[in-house]
């Protein structure tokens, strides 16, 4: 209890420094945030958090970028607490979206809407409506690699009414093997993420299987700093925050072992 209550603590003041930052920047108001709630990733970001009111791109590493299997599992159990307060909408060309996998991970499948668009064009535009959209909090697009005009017009739907715009990058299926998603130098996204599966760890009080755990790093952060981390997920009802920071990465290895884990929230 009181290794989750100084995580709190230290994610307010995260948050606050964050705002603070905004006003010395000269931002008007404090920008919206999704926390992770632990400082050693919300430090990353100037505004003490994920920024709502843009896009982001994620991509998988290795055969997730054709599967993206555990980049759509991270992204679900990312928007979890948005979920909470709008709809989350997902457009994809295949159908392979596994909802009860989401619900599994604690996401509110009643609010998830899923749409099947014909081809890449469709996706984008889908997603550009949705975001602009009352109601939904959240939208995620897969996509290959949009063209910058088509990322311009994404951040423009982000801003109309501050909702969260995520584009999962994948490749068509029988893409040549260690071949990554075609992307797009100069992308206008705040933030790009790559997610890959880690094995999972044994619970602390049982035997089997943990938690589900990522191997996540922060490749590019406009106005903040790149980082890596061992993540793991978090039950709803064990705090606000989704992720469980379990390691941080240095220079991509693994750092060593920590005596024990930090609670994010």
């Known amino acids: ?20 930052a905004a006003i010395e ?10 926390p992770f709630g632990d400082p050693a990733i ?21 055969l997730e970028g054709e599967t993206g299997a555990a980049p759509a599992a991270f992204i679900g159990l990312l928007l979890r607490p948005l979920a909470a307060t ?10 392979d979206l596994f909802a009860p996998g989401l619900a599994g ?5 009643q609010r998830l809407i899923q749409v099947r668009a014909r081809d890449e064009a469709e996706v984008l535009s889908v997603l550009e409506d949705a975001l602009s959209t009352q109601g ?9 690699a949009p063209d910058l ?10 801003e109309k009414r501050g909702g969260l715009g995520l584009l999962l990058h994948r490749r068509p299926y029988g893409g040549r093997a260690g071949e990554g998603p075609r992307t797009v130098s100069g992308s206008a996204s705040f933030s790009r993420w790559r997610i890959a599966p880690q094995p999972s760890g ?48 240095a220079d991509h290895d693994v750092a060593p072992a920590e005596p024990g884990w930090r609670e994010a929230g």
């Open 1 to 20: 209890m009181e290794c989750e209550m100084a995580g709190s603590r230290e994610a307010r003041l995260a948050a606050l420094r964050g705002r603070i």
């Open 25 to 34: 920047a000269g931002t008007r108001t404090p920008t919206p945030v999704l």
């Open 42 to 62: 919300d430090g990353c970001f100037s505004a003490g958090g994920l920024p709502l009111g843009a896009w982001h791109e994620v991509v998988g590493a290795g």
């Open 86 to 95: 709008g709809v989350v909408v997902w457009v994809a060309r295949r159908s």
């Open 105 to 109: 991970l604690g996401f509110p499948a």
């Open 136 to 144: 939904v909090s959240a939208a995620v697009g897969e996509a290959e």
């Open 149 to 158: 005009t088509a990322g311009r017009r994404l951040q423009l739907a982000c």
């Open 202 to 249: 044994p619970p602390p009080d049982d035997i089997g299987l943990g938690p589900p755990r990522w191997r996540v790093e922060l490749e590019r952060c406009r106005g903040g700093r790149s980082g890596g981390w061992i993540l793991e997920a978090q039950e709803a009802g064990h705090g606000p925050h989704p992720f469980r920071l379990v390691s941080q990465l």
